[in-house]
């Protein structure tokens, strides 16, 4: 079965603005044009019929994996099993435990990005602990465990199937 990556282009039919296509955040900035805005609030975004049907496919099995770059939850949100899916750039809607590990996924866009603490606290008993985004920033290093399970899926694929995809950052890119 094939092993699926899909990146910020797979949003846009979501109204989720990408990173480098021609009318891409980045792209507008280094030409120092005006940036585009998502036309649906991140949290009322919905799955488009690109992550539907990687959900579809996952659950008859035609599909072990998928690994994403994108940050908005949306394989999340699609029904995609956690075991299923790596998201190397993290999630914009999760917050984690830095004492105990514990995930919380949330209703609302997480304010920080690049492993903050968020000012919020663990609820599990006896933990209290800080909670902390799991959006990377620039310099961040990809998640270990997405990568390394990314890297053992990949290898172990007849077939590999990249969606909307420059191919251009690493690692990701040399999967």
């Not at 092993?3 to 797979?10: A, D, E, G, I, L």
């Not at 900035?29 to 992550?51: D, E, I, M, R």
């Not at 999340?76 to 999760?94: M, T, W, Y």
Request: positive net charge; glycine residues 8%; contains cysteine.
């Amino acid at each position: 079965a094939p092993v699926y990556t899909t990146v910020p282009p797979s949003s846009l039919p979501c109204a989720i603005p990408d990173f480098r296509g021609p009318q891409g955040i980045w792209t507008l900035q280094s030409q120092g044009k005006p940036l585009p805005t998502s036309q649906v609030p991140f949290p009322l975004a919905a799955p488009s019929l690109t992550h539907m049907a990687l959900r579809a496919l996952v659950d008859r099995g035609l599909v072990r994996f998928i690994c994403s770059q994108n940050v908005d939850g949306l394989h999340q949100r699609s029904g995609v099993p956690a075991d299923k899916l790596a998201e190397l750039h993290g999630n914009c809607f999760i917050e984690r435990c830095h004492r105990c590990k514990r995930t919380y996924r949330r209703a609302f866009e997480v304010e920080t990005v690049g492993f903050k603490f968020t000012g919020r606290r663990c609820q599990e008993p006896g933990c209290r602990g800080r909670l902390k985004d799991i959006t990377l920033d620039w310099d961040d290093p990809l998640p270990e465990e997405d990568l390394l399970k990314t890297e053992r899926m990949a290898g172990e694929a007849a077939v590999a199937l990249c969606l909307g995809t420059s191919l251009r950052i690493e690692p990701a890119c040399e999967l």
